[in-house]
């Protein structure tokens, strides 16, 4: 089982190789990859030094499957060229999403949407992944009608140097080289990405369009807001769902609790509630302060914590891995 990562120097590829030693994934031969620069040089898996290799050597070696981390450029320019070879491509940039002859999985929820045939397969954006997670057993039971999301988004979401800079604003450093267009540290920024025509940015985009491929459902409305916050750990959704359907509060929890990968955290009383604190370094998606909207019918407030790194990209992509091994599909 010759596995490839794409970008292992990566803040997510190196999160990936975390998460294949840590989930004993059956690796019998690690394949590296990142840019030129770093080609020769060493990486630890599982106690071992492994050298980073070039993309046309990786390419030439044939791995099974490839978990690639390098941008939507990096993407489209060399994983067909995987897929030629013969290696199955998870891919955790926004290339291929919405490409329709492309499946957009989160393996709780649509993994037995894939077969042999499907060479690329996309994993999807980390603030949908953690959405979906929650938004799938509740329109199985009470069918959604319309979501509004507000994100708390993670610096890690953007990379290393976006991390860099927050630090360096805390030690007020200011020969930082910045990744935002203005400070992070002690400021909330209302853009994750860059804005299209109509004023959404991507990441809003993002987030109003692909949790309907990945249900499967585009019966319900969608409307999103990305905000970039100085926080390391994990990602932060508030969330507004109005439902076809009446619900009980009870209720909720329960199909939630009973959700594989989701963790109700809901005990107001006791100041219990999902922050990026407690989900950073974890798998699960966390869900806390549940309750109804006081202001019109069949609606529901609730707030979700993930560690975008990890269930929202590297991890993610391992359990798809991990789903074409069981289900001979490599």
């Known amino acids: 089982m010759k596995i490839a990562v794409v970008g292992a120097t990566g803040m997510v590829g190196q999160i990936m190789l975390k998460v294949l030693e840590e989930r004993n994934f059956p690796v019998t031969e690690l394949i590296p990859v990142?840019?030129?620069?770093?080609?020769?040089?060493?990486?630890?898996?599982?106690?071992?030094?492994?050298?980073?290799?070039?993309?046309?050597?990786?390419?030439?070696?044939?791995?099974?499957?490839?978990?690639?981390?390098?941008?939507?450029?990096?993407?489209?320019e060399f994983a067909p060229k995987f897929a030629e070879a013969g290696t199955i491509v998870i891919d955790n940039s926004s290339a291929w999403r919405m490409e329709a002859d492309k499946k957009l999985v989160v393996p709780e929820i649509n993994a037995d949407v894939l077969t042999k045939d499907d060479k690329i397969i996309a994993n999807p954006n980390c603030s949908t992944i953690?959405?979906?997670?929650?938004?799938?057993?509740?329109?199985?039971?009470?069918?959604l009608k319309r979501v509004i999301i507000s994100t708390y988004q993670s610096v890690t979401g953007t990379g290393k140097n976006a991390v860099d800079q927050l630090n360096a604003e805390i030690r007020g450093d200011k020969q930082?080289?910045?990744?935002?267009?203005?400070?992070?540290?002690?400021?909330?920024?209302?853009?994750?990405?860059?804005?299209?025509?109509?004023?959404?940015?991507?990441?809003?985009?993002?987030?109003?369009?692909?949790?309907?491929?990945?249900?499967?459902?585009?019966?319900?409305?969608?409307?999103?807001?990305?905000?970039?916050?100085?926080?390391?750990?994990?990602?932060?959704?508030?969330?507004?769902?109005?439902?076809?359907?009446?619900?009980?509060?009870?209720?909720?929890?329960?199909?939630?609790?009973?959700?594989?990968?989701?963790?109700?955290?809901?005990?107001v009383k006791n100041n219990i509630y999902p922050m990026p604190l407690y989900s950073e370094?974890?798998?699960?998606?966390?869900?806390?302060?549940?309750?109804?909207?006081?202001?019109?019918?069949?609606?529901?407030?609730?707030?979700?914590?993930?560690?975008?790194?990890?269930?929202?990209?590297?991890?993610?992509?391992?359990?798809?891995?991990e789903y074409l091994l069981k289900n001979d599909l490599v």
Not at 135 to 141: D, E, T, V, Y
Not at 189 to 210: R, W
Not at 252 to 265: A, D, E, K, M, W
Not at 289 to 315: E, M, Y
């Open 130 to 143: 953690q959405l979906v997670m929650v938004l799938h057993p509740l329109n199985k039971n009470f069918g």
């Open 176 to 267: 930082v080289k910045k990744v935002y267009h203005y400070d992070i540290f002690k400021n909330a920024l209302p853009q994750c990405d860059v804005f299209a025509d109509d004023d959404y940015t991507k990441e809003e985009i993002k987030l109003m369009t692909e949790p309907k491929k990945i249900l499967g459902d585009d019966s319900f409305n969608i409307s999103a807001t990305a905000v970039r916050v100085p926080v390391q750990g994990g990602h932060s959704e508030s969330v507004n769902i109005e439902f076809e359907n009446e619900f009980d509060l009870d209720e909720i929890r329960n199909i939630l609790s009973n959700t594989p990968g989701v963790v109700v955290l809901d005990d």
């Open 34 to 76: 990142a840019s030129e620069k770093s080609v020769g040089k060493k990486i630890i898996f599982k106690g071992q030094e492994t050298e980073i290799v070039s993309m046309e050597d990786a390419i030439n070696r044939k791995p099974a499957i490839a978990l690639f981390s390098a941008g939507g450029n990096t993407s489209l």
């Open 281 to 321: 370094g974890k798998d699960e998606v966390f869900v806390g302060r549940i309750r109804r909207d006081l202001s019109q019918p069949k609606t529901l407030n609730l707030w979700i914590v993930a560690d975008n790194l990890r269930k929202g990209a590297a991890t993610n992509a391992v359990q798809i891995a």
